[in-house]
């Protein structure tokens, strides 16, 4: 019997570790650092090379730029922060959430240039444990859709009553914006919800990620879930953006790159079949890989959310 309380001590131990392991790799972000004026960090990968020096030039941009810098508490403690760059007084005001282990210049500084030529503001903002953000948890748009909700209600305090949103998100920011679509908390300012490239949920991304890399989706993703309950704090099934969509009543615009290789754009199709909006559009651009559907074809991404703005009336 103590032999097998033993091997079953043993088998606990070692999934614990082995949890540790996945949460660290994972969900953890360890401190960041604010980057030098002469410094930019771009996204890691080939695909980027052609649009490096665009990304520079937006980040340049947005550090010249006159804008004002916001935080909040999140619903946890954490400050969040924000930077805010205004088009005109009366402009809608979109607020552009970047993507995995981003942040807010890096990911949506190319943003502003698209909401100014739109005639929008702009609150690009770091997520939890991003950026300037305070926070060492990220959890897949989980506790990050509630943060969205938060700056939400705060551009609402800040700005007036009548202020329209738009919420943006790009990859886990596009899944954090469409999960703050499907609450019941989301208030009538926000119009509409640009979601590009996002993924359906948070096990259908990791268990994609791990086959890509060779590894037993099976036998790690249980331990990365476990990781993420005791280690991380949260359930990483608890809500998901295809889940969310089955509630939406707001117009939501699915934006996807058809040689997407991380996000496949099979995912947003599925985001849009699963939308309960009465209002949706679903737009792939070609030639375009994960997170860079705007720079590969400015044009006709704007065209395809100005023909969605009439669309919808707003």
């Given at each position: 019997m103590w032999y097998a309380i033993g091997i079953i001590g043993a088998i606990i131990v070692l999934a614990l570790l082995l949890s540790a392991v996945c949460f660290f790799k994972v969900f953890y972000s360890r401190s960041r650092k604010t980057s030098k004026q002469d410094k930019f960090k771009l996204p890691p990968g080939k695909i980027y090379k052609e649009f490096r020096e665009e990304m520079i030039g937006w980040m340049k941009t947005a550090r010249k730029?006159?804008?004002?810098?916001?935080?909040?508490?999140?619903?946890?403690?954490?400050?969040?922060?924000?930077?805010?760059?205004?088009?005109?007084?009366?402009?809608?005001?979109?607020?552009?959430?970047?993507?995995?282990?981003?942040?807010?210049?890096?990911?949506?500084?190319?943003?502003?240039?698209?909401?100014?030529?739109?005639?929008?503001?702009?609150?690009?903002?770091?997520?939890?444990?991003c950026g300037t953000s305070d926070g060492h948890v990220i959890t897949f748009g989980i506790k990050e859709y509630r943060d969205c909700l938060s700056w939400v209600d705060f551009v609402v305090d800040h700005f007036g009553p009548e202020t329209k949103v738009i919420l943006t998100g790009i990859s886990m920011g596009a899944a954090t914006v469409l999960m703050a679509a499907g609450s019941k908390e989301l208030p009538s300012n926000v119009v509409c919800v640009l979601a590009d490239c996002g993924y359906t949920s948070a096990k259908d991304i990791i268990v994609r990620t791990l086959k890509k890399r060779l590894l037993p989706a099976p036998l790690v993703y249980p331990l990365i879930k476990l990781g993420a309950r005791i280690y991380g704090g949260f359930k990483l099934e608890e809500y998901s953006a295809v889940k969310a969509m089955q509630n939406a009543n707001v117009p939501v615009v699915f934006i996807h790159g058809d040689k997407d290789k991380f996000v496949p754009c099979e995912m947003s199709t599925a985001l849009y079949e699963a939308c309960a909006s009465r209002h949706k559009k679903l737009t792939f651009i070609p030639d375009a890989g994960h997170g860079l559907a705007y720079p590969r074809d400015k044009k006709a991404y704007i065209a395809s959310l100005n023909d969605f703005q009439k669309e919808c009336g707003f």
């Amino acid at each position: 019997m103590w032999y097998a309380i033993g091997i079953i001590g043993a088998i606990i131990v070692l999934a614990l570790l082995l949890s540790a392991v996945c949460f660290f790799k994972v969900f953890y972000s360890r401190s960041r650092k604010t980057s030098k004026q002469d410094k930019f960090k771009l996204p890691p990968g080939k695909i980027y090379k052609e649009f490096r020096e665009e990304m520079i030039g937006w980040m340049k941009t947005a550090r010249k730029i006159t804008h004002k810098e916001f935080q909040i508490k999140s619903f946890d403690g954490l400050t969040l922060k924000g930077r805010y760059y205004e088009y005109s007084n009366s402009a809608p005001i979109e607020l552009l959430f970047h993507g995995y282990r981003g942040n807010a210049e890096r990911d949506m500084s190319g943003g502003i240039e698209r909401c100014f030529a739109m005639g929008r503001s702009a609150l690009i903002i770091d997520q939890r444990a991003c950026g300037t953000s305070d926070g060492h948890v990220i959890t897949f748009g989980i506790k990050e859709y509630r943060d969205c909700l938060s700056w939400v209600d705060f551009v609402v305090d800040h700005f007036g009553p009548e202020t329209k949103v738009i919420l943006t998100g790009i990859s886990m920011g596009a899944a954090t914006v469409l999960m703050a679509a499907g609450s019941k908390e989301l208030p009538s300012n926000v119009v509409c919800v640009l979601a590009d490239c996002g993924y359906t949920s948070a096990k259908d991304i990791i268990v994609r990620t791990l086959k890509k890399r060779l590894l037993p989706a099976p036998l790690v993703y249980p331990l990365i879930k476990l990781g993420a309950r005791i280690y991380g704090g949260f359930k990483l099934e608890e809500y998901s953006a295809v889940k969310a969509m089955q509630n939406a009543n707001v117009p939501v615009v699915f934006i996807h790159g058809d040689k997407d290789k991380f996000v496949p754009c099979e995912m947003s199709t599925a985001l849009y079949e699963a939308c309960a909006s009465r209002h949706k559009k679903l737009t792939f651009i070609p030639d375009a890989g994960h997170g860079l559907a705007y720079p590969r074809d400015k044009k006709a991404y704007i065209a395809s959310l100005n023909d969605f703005q009439k669309e919808c009336g707003f």
